[in-house]
């Protein structure tokens, strides 16, 4: 079974922190991706990495940066937190295209409030 | 780019009565398709998917059908259970240029079954 990772399920930081959310897949994975989940929008991709030191800007990148240091380890960075970065955070993965199966594979989220 | 909606945000049946949830695509190029379930307080699970290739695909209980003419899909859940109830989407591969298994997921429909 594929497992997806997130470093906490819940967290509570300070407006101006410096944020650090964490994930890891344990199936060598090439691409791995975050999302985040608001009411009524859906899951919006923030930032996706499809190999080692690889980083694609999503849809809603602002505010936010990645690193990809190993294969299996994806972490999202909030430079400066703000309030309107209240949100579930959701971490994904998948293979590299087989022909028929772009599936990705999700971890538990990690529901952040930035007070 | 790909833009995916749904047609109900929320849905409720009762139990033993067949659900569908329907999603429109607007990127005629699209070839893939995926549903997926969240259930409260975990991450989306795979559900089922289709390529364009096909109209009509069958899982357990759950059926996919594909409309290409109109851009259009839907999930048909058979004899509905409690346990279905939870957020569903869909989402498709926003084909065109490299897309590294991107996904465009539509804003979720919450269904509720009522014993």
């Known amino acids: 079974d594929v497992k997806v990772t997130q470093s906490s399920r819940y967290l509570v930081k300070r407006t101006g922190e410096k944020v650090f959310l964490e994930c890891v897949q344990d199936?060598?994975?090439?691409?791995m991706f975050w999302y985040r989940q608001d009411p009524g929008l859906g899951l919006r991709l923030i930032y996706f990495?499809?190999?080692?030191?690889?980083?694609e800007k999503g849809d809603i990148p602002e505010g936010y940066s990645v690193s990809r240091e190993k294969k299996e380890r994806f972490s999202l960075i909030l430079e400066s937190a703000s309030t309107n970065q209240t949100s579930m955070y959701l971490c994904?993965?998948?293979?590299?295209?087989?022909?028929?199966?772009?599936?990705?594979?999700f971890g538990p989220g990690t529901r952040l409030t930035v007070t | 780019g790909e833009s995916v909606g749904l047609h109900l945000p929320t849905l409720s049946v009762q139990e033993g009565d067949n659900s569908i949830i329907n999603c429109a695509y607007s990127?005629?190029?699209?070839?893939?398709f995926i549903w997926y379930k969240q259930e409260s307080g975990k991450g989306p699970q795979f559900i089922i998917d289709?390529?364009?290739?096909?109209d009509k695909r069958q899982g357990q209980r759950v059926t996919v059908l594909l409309n290409k003419t109109v851009k259009h899909l839907s999930l048909q859940i058979a004899a509905t259970q409690p346990g279905d109830s939870a957020v569903y989407f869909c989402?498709?591969?926003?084909?065109?240029?490299?897309?590294?298994?991107?996904?465009?997921f539509g804003q979720g429909t919450i269904l509720t079954v009522h014993p």
């Open positions: 289709i390529r364009s290739n096909m």
């Open positions: 994904a993965s998948s293979a590299e295209f087989s022909g028929s199966s772009y599936e990705q594979y």
């Open positions: 989402a498709v591969n926003p084909r065109g240029g490299t897309s590294y298994g991107k996904l465009t």
């Open positions: 990495s499809y190999d080692v030191k690889m980083k």
């Open positions: 199936m060598d994975h090439e691409n």
């Open positions: 990127n005629s190029a699209s070839d893939y």
